[in-house]
């Protein structure tokens, strides 16, 4: 029955719900054609209606109507959904190219600090880390500085008052701190590496900065020897600056080291001929290190007779410098983006 057929196509309308995230647009489009066009279903039915019967005409040209209101609303709700969805289709069109979002890099301290712990635990030194507030034994007084050394002056040392006129706390100075707290809390065999950040109270420059970072290496056991720190700091340079690379120790003094020394070596920018990197001399100078002073094992508890050790201290900065020739300090810090982003490739 035409009437039937009529009110399927009214409850068909009012149950139509626009398809999220297609073309909407054209999908409006589509129904308004399907019904209301010229050769639509609405058009087709009334063509239809003039052929019946009068007495059913009544009840067909109500419900036909009824028919085509219907439709027309239909028309209508789909084009102001359409607009108030417009943006929203747009942002969640699932077969649009990914945006993709721009990622941070690692700070280039952080990949040299982490290059450097990496090529350490390869020879099995593992990670200790310590406070950066310390205290005067585990900063002086364990590692034998002599009461008067010039490290414990307000000059070169940020203190941190706990009382009126005493100055026994302070920020730490160098991460050789974290030495004293590892031996005092283990027994050797010992082998660590700690980086961290380090204090001191110096105008900031191109060269000096009042913040900065270096890395610590303890290794403590019975028989360990210069020879083993020699070969450690070969296998370090070569790994950290290329198999090409030459070191040479010079004679130094470190309090806590004895024998002490300072390792160069040969300048990565121009192999040792002479540039303006190495000041002409074909060298850099790298790290401190020496043999662990034997007052220091027993400050820690440890048997200088049964133990030996040796240590050795870093700048990051200073590694970073060499290694991607960075001119000037203040840059690690200032965080401007045209310069953090050079290292975007190294993760
Ligand atoms: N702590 C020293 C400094 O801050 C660096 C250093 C030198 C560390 C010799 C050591 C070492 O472990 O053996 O300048």
């Excluded at 209606?49 to 036909?64: E, H, I, R, V, Y």
């Excluded at 109507?65 to 969805?85: G, I, P």
């Excluded at 941190?160 to 050797?188: C, F, I, W, Y």
């Excluded at 080291?257 to 920018?269: Q, R």
Aim: proline share 4%; aromatic share 10%.
């Amino acid at each position: 029955m035409l009437i039937d057929e009529i009110q399927k196509h009214i409850d068909e309308i009012k149950g139509l719900q626009m398809a999220q995230y297609k073309d909407m647009a054209a999908e409006a489009e589509l129904f308004r054609i399907k019904y209301l066009g010229k050769k639509g279903i609405i058009n087709d039915l009334f063509e239809q209606f003039k052929t019946m019967p009068n007495d059913q005409k009544k009840s067909l040209g109500q419900a036909l109507n009824t028919l085509k209101n219907t439709a027309m609303s239909k028309v209508e709700e789909f084009r102001s959904y359409v607009e108030e969805h417009q943006d929203e289709a747009a942002a969640t069109d699932l077969t649009m190219p990914a945006n993709f979002a721009p990622v941070g890099s690692r700070h280039v301290l952080s990949v040299v600090m982490n290059e450097i712990v990496d090529i350490f635990s390869r020879i099995g030194f593992t990670v200790a880390e310590s406070v950066e507030v310390e205290d005067d034994w585990h900063l002086f007084s364990a590692l034998n500085f002599p009461p008067d050394h010039p490290a414990r002056d307000m000059q070169d040392t940020f203190f941190v008052e706990k009382e009126e006129g005493r100055q026994d706390v302070a920020l730490r100075t160098h991460t050789s701190s974290v030495q004293v707290r590892v031996m005092e809390n283990n027994r050797p065999p010992i082998r660590i590496i700690a980086p961290g950040r380090v204090f001191r109270n110096e105008a900031i420059s191109a060269r000096a900065h009042c913040i900065f970072h270096q890395v610590e290496a303890l290794y403590v056991d019975r028989k360990v020897t210069f020879a083993d720190l020699k070969q450690t700091l070969i296998y370090f340079a070569k790994e950290m600056f290329g198999e090409q690379t030459q070191i040479r120790l010079r004679p130094s003094y470190f309090p806590f080291t004895e024998p002490s020394a300072e390792m160069d070596i040969s300048c990565n920018i121009c192999g040792g001929k002479g540039c303006n990197i190495c000041k002409g001399t074909g060298w850099l100078e790298i790290l401190g290190c020496g043999m662990v002073d034997p007052n220091v094992l027993k400050a820690c508890g440890i048997d200088p007779n049964e133990y030996t050790g040796f240590a050795l201290g870093m700048g990051v900065e200073r590694m970073a410098m060499l290694k991607y020739q960075i001119r000037d300090l203040r840059l690690y810090f200032e965080n401007d983006l045209r310069f953090l982003r050079q290292f975007d490739a190294i993760v």
